[in-house]
């Protein structure tokens, strides 16, 4: 899992968006909380597994293309 937390940290757009549930293989979805103590997660709709990160220093790479919130794995982001 520190792949996982070391890609939506510092992973580029393209890298997010190709993430996918280390478990399942379903797509995640990603938050980043902009405000307070800044959190960033990781969570599988499916199965629930995944990690949240607290205390991030800077807002990620991927943030201005993608937004805040939005989930991995296809074309359909509401599945
Ligand atoms: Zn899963």
């Not at 103590?37 to 969570?43: D, I």
């Not at 990690?51 to 982001?77: A, D, M, R, Y």
């Amino acid at each position: 899992m520190e792949t996982l937390g070391r890609m939506v940290r510092h992973g580029s757009a393209q890298e997010i968006i190709n993430i996918r549930c280390p478990n399942c293989g379903k797509g995640m979805r990603i938050t980043y909380v902009p405000h307070g103590k800044k959190a960033l997660g990781a969570v599988c709709p499916s199965c629930l597994s995944g990690k949240w990160i607290n205390g991030v220093s800077q807002e990620p790479p991927w943030v201005s293309e993608l937004g805040n919130s939005f989930e991995t794995g296809g074309p359909s982001t509401e599945v």
